[in-house]
T-cell receptor
Framework: GAVVSQHPSRVICKSGTSVKIECRSL??????MFWYRQFPKQSLMLMAT?????????EQGVEKDKFLINHASLTLSTLTVTSAHPEDSSFYIC???????????FGPGTRLTVT | LAKTTQPISMDSYEEQEVNITCSHN???????ITWYQQFPSQGPRFIIQ???TKVTNEVASLFIPADRKSSTLSLPRVSLSDTAVYYC??????????????FGKGTKLSVIP
């Protein structure tokens, strides 16, 4: 089956630093990838839609200058949390939509803790 | 995007059949219905997808009435490892970049020994 990986799985950083999270589709190409955020005991919230070779589309209330998204290839999208603060601590999940089948597969998530 | 409504939680004993119903009154003609399972600190896992009538795979069945305003996920003979949050989503394939999955609150299923 299709696999989406995320790296790192866990990261702890100090307030004010930046953190990059990678999302890769391992055995399929993904023109579109999505980034979600999930706080404890809450549902997933879509942050942005990432399209290969173009600018990401951000959901209302998500700061595009704080959450930088790059989708430079058909198998890789990155989310950079800039100047992270403790309130950015969350579980970040990406998903990738198979260009051929349109099925959407989720990554295992990245736990970000900002101290 | 159609909004979905599910029960917040459900309890079931092991080896019972569990049916989780989702309401999506505003579903559009092109929308599919998809169910995902999520364990704590993991990404959602695809369970089943359908458009109308009944779909069955190796882990679940999905029942969709003719008006498509609701759907029911059926899990046969659940085990303790089926304890998870189950999400019902609707969305349509409409070209590159324009298909989104909006998660509702989900149903927390607790399987009791």
């Amino acid at each position: 089956g299709a696999v989406v990986s995320q790296h790192p799985s866990r990261v702890i950083c100090k307030s004010g630093t930046s953190v990059k999270i990678e999302c890769r589709s391992l055995d399929f190409q993904a023109t579109t990838m999505f980034w979600y955020r999930q706080f404890p005991k809450q549902s997933l919230m879509l942050m942005a839609t990432s399209n290969e070779g173009s600018k990401a589309t951000y959901e209302q209330g998500v700061e595009k200058d704080k959450f930088l998204i790059n989708h430079a290839s058909l198998t890789l999208s990155t989310l950079t949390v800039t100047s992270a603060h403790p309130e950015d601590s969350s579980f970040y999940i990406c998903s990738a939509r198979d260009t051929v089948s349109y099925e959407q597969y989720f990554g295992p998530g990245t736990r970000l803790t900002v101290t | 995007l159609a909004k979905t409504t599910q029960p917040i939680s459900m309890d079931s004993y092991e080896e019972q059949e569990v049916n989780i119903t989702c309401s999506h009154n505003n579903i559009a003609t092109n929308d599919y219905i998809t169910w995902y399972q999520q364990f704590p600190s993991q990404g959602p896992r695809f369970i089943i997808q359908g458009y109308k009538t009944k779909v069955t795979n190796e882990v679940a069945s999905l029942f969709i009435p003719a008006d498509r305003k609701s759907s029911t996920l059926s899990l046969p003979r659940v085990s303790l490892s089926d304890t998870a949050v189950y999400y019902c989503l609707v969305g349509s394939y409409s070209g590159a970049g324009s298909y989104q999955l909006t998660f509702g609150k989900g149903t927390k299923l607790s399987v009791i020994p």
